[in-house]
C-alpha cells in the first residue's frame, strides 16, 4: 500500500507561482497530477516516470507548470506558474507502482493523496 501527501496549495494573486509537493510512503514508479475544479469533474494535469524521461502536460497548463521528482526524497512536485483563477482547484496526486507507464486515465492510478487546495484570486 503506498500513502501520498500533497502540500503546498494555498491562495495566491493571478500571475503568481506555487510549488505542490507529493510526499510518498514508499518508492513508486509512475506519478501524476490531477485536480478538481469547483463543479467540474476531476481531470490530468501531469504525469511523470520513474526515470523523468517522460512527461506529459495537459493542453491549459503547458508552459505554465512543470512536474519532478527526487526519487531519493520519494516526493513528486509540480511548479505552477503564471497561475490563472481557472486553475483554482484540489490537486491530487496519483501513482502507480510497477513496469506498465500508465497515461492519463485516473483508473490507471490504484493510489490517491488527499488532495491540497489551490485558490488563484483575479
Known amino acids: 500500500q503506498v500513502q501520498l501527501v500533497e502540500s503546498g496549495g494555498g491562495l495566491v494573486q493571478a500571475g503568481g507561482s506555487l510549488r505542490l509537493s507529493c510526499a510518498a510512503s514508499?518508492?513508486?514508479?509512475?506519478m501524476g497530477w490531477f485536480r478538481r475544479a469547483p463543479g467540474k469533474e476531476r481531470e490530468f494535469v501531469a504525469r511523470l516516470s520513474w526515470s523523468g524521461s517522460i512527461t506529459d502536460y495537459a493542453d491549459a497548463v503547458k508552459g505554465r507548470f512543470t512536474i519532478s521528482r527526487d526519487n531519493g526524497k520519494n516526493t513528486l512536485y509540480l511548479q505552477m506558474n503564471n497561475l490563472k483563477p481557472e486553475d483554482t482547484a484540489v490537486y491530487y496526486c496519483?501513482?502507480?507502482?510497477?513496469?506498465?507507464?500508465?497515461?492519463?486515465?485516473?483508473?490507471?492510478?490504484?493510489?490517491w493523496g488527499q488532495g491540497t487546495t489551490v485558490t488563484v484570486s483575479s
Open positions: 514508499t518508492g513508486v514508479h509512475h
Open positions: 496519483a501513482a502507480k507502482t510497477g513496469l506498465k507507464q500508465p497515461g492519463r486515465a485516473q483508473s490507471e492510478y490504484p493510489y
